[in-house]
């Protein structure tokens, strides 16, 4: 005889989704942002993975050179890691969201210092973190349909290629006329 447990296991194994749930949209627009900021500095998308405990990852690179500044990159990267804020702040929706990652950046800060002590004409740590905000704000409003378009793309947990996304991009760029 079936214990209870075992019996509701059974249960819940037997309904059958006819689709697979999504994940929520502020994950999609959150992973969405990171490619599009990313993909509009010349990074090259390596994927996006949406894990079912509704985290993610958007994994990018630039191609390095003898002659590459390294501030430039740095202020590049944190701009493209800052738009998981800028992109969560232009829907009221998610804010609490936003404030609730909000006080996850240290890395943020260690390039705001380290180009600091590269170039320190471009002002005090706070000042370079203030123009990077500025800058990561401006790229996720002038790219908000874009993000919005990719997000929508990103209907299931799983993953997406570099490939995936470069067409998914493509496509959302070409219905956009962009």
Known sequence: MMNTYDWWVAKLRAIRHSKPPEPPMRLRLHEAGHAVVGHRFGYTQQGIMLREDDTGETSQQHATGMDDDMSVRLQTETIISMARFAVTLEYPEYRTDA??????????????????????AMGSTDEIMDAMWARTRLATRNNKPLIQAVAARLDHYGSWTGEDIRRIIDECEKELGQ
């Open 99 to 120: 404030l609730r990652i909000g006080g996850d950046v240290q890395s943020e800060l260690v390039h705001a210092a380290i180009i600091h002590r590269i170039d320190p």
